[in-house]
């Protein structure tokens, strides 16, 4: 049967699509931009606001992959609005079409849901974003959650880590590998401005976290997992990594606002037990795949 992906022209969309691609599922798209991946049928629409388009799209499909959103910590805090029609508002039309479907309802959220903190990160830890962005998709988690426990409609809630790959250009202040790769091939310093650790995850293996949850029987629960390493890494080692596979001779600026202990690590012992997943590919090895695929695209 066929999955429906939002978002499928994002970074973690595309990889995703053109892995069950790879696997035989049938793929469906829906954007407000045009998509022209090969197999797939594409849909234009805006999740926020076309709740007829959603569910006409949804028919027929045995999930709804909900990646459609918008990632910015610092821009959510200048438009709050915006970031709740989208994250949270959107999330709630692509659960409705889903419920309208009988789909299964996976839900791209975020580690930013977690507060800053020297221990890994565990599903069942309290909750406290810092952000409209983390936030907005705690309500949407909360909406997962509301939809199982009346409707019995099977959702799941993979909370990303720090995303990185091939595809991925910077957005803003969204995105610190990019961020720091394009300043070490510009020759420009690279600035530290936190002593804590991040959890770089490959899109690679995010995508295969997504497919594996699709695995998994549509038995009308909710559940959350944690796709990510379980590996910190600072921001320092990251620039250090960076400018040594790029061969350059950028500075690092260490510029410190956020203390040591101030880290987003994930606990994956829920995704490895539930659904089989493990990271496979290492930061050194998953950053050399994306420094040679951002100098071939310069």
């Known amino acids: 049967m066929t999955v429906l992906i939002t978002g499928a022209s994002g970074l973690i969309g595309r990889h995703t699509v053109a892995l069950l691609q790879q696997r035989g599922e049938g793929v469906r798209t829906f954007q407000r ?18 709740l007829e388009g959603l569910c006409a799209a949804t028919r027929g499909c045995r999930a709804v992959v909900h990646l459609a959103g918008r990632g ?17 508002t959107g999330a709630l039309n692509a659960l409705e079409a889903a419920r309208a479907a009988g789909a299964t309802f996976i839900l791209a959220s975020s580690q930013r849901v977690y507060p800053l903190r020297p221990v890994a990160c565990r599903e069942d830890a309290v909750l406290a974003p810092d952000s409209p962005y983390g936030y ?17 409609l099977t959702t799941r809630c993979l909370r990303f880590f720090s995303v990185y790959g091939p595809g ?26 936190s002593a804590g650790r991040r959890d770089f995850s490959s899109v690679h293996d995010v995508a295969r976290g997504i497919a594996l949850c699709l695995d998994l ?6 559940r959350v997992y ?8 600072t921001f320092r080692k990251l620039a250090e990594l960076l400018t040594e596979l790029t061969g350059s001779r950028s ?30 590919i290492p930061l050194r090895e998953g950053l050399e795949t994306y420094v040679q695929w951002l100098q071939n695209s310069v």
Not at 33 to 50: K, M, Y
Not at 217 to 222: I, K, L, V, W, Y
């Open 33 to 50: 931009g045009l998509v022209t991946t090969p197999g797939a049928v594409h849909i234009q629409g805006d999740v926020r606001t076309d």
């Open 136 to 152: 907005a998709k705690w309500v949407a988690e909360l909406w997962c959650r509301m939809a199982s426990e009346q409707w019995r």
């Open 226 to 233: 944690n796709v990510a390493t379980g590996v910190g890494t």
């Open 168 to 193: 991925q250009q910077p957005n803003g202040g969204s995105g610190v590998v990019p961020i720091f790769a394009h300043a070490a091939l510009g020759g420009q310093p690279l600035r530290v401005q």
């Open 217 to 222: 029987p549509a038995d009308g629960t909710h």
């Open 72 to 88: 910015d910590v610092g821009e959510s805090r200048r438009d709050p609005l915006g970031y709740a029609e989208l994250n949270a």
């Open 251 to 280: 500075p690092i600026d260490e510029q410190i606002g956020e203390p040591h202990g101030s880290d987003l690590v994930a606990d994956i012992s829920r995704a490895e037990a539930e659904l089989g997943y493990s990271p496979c």
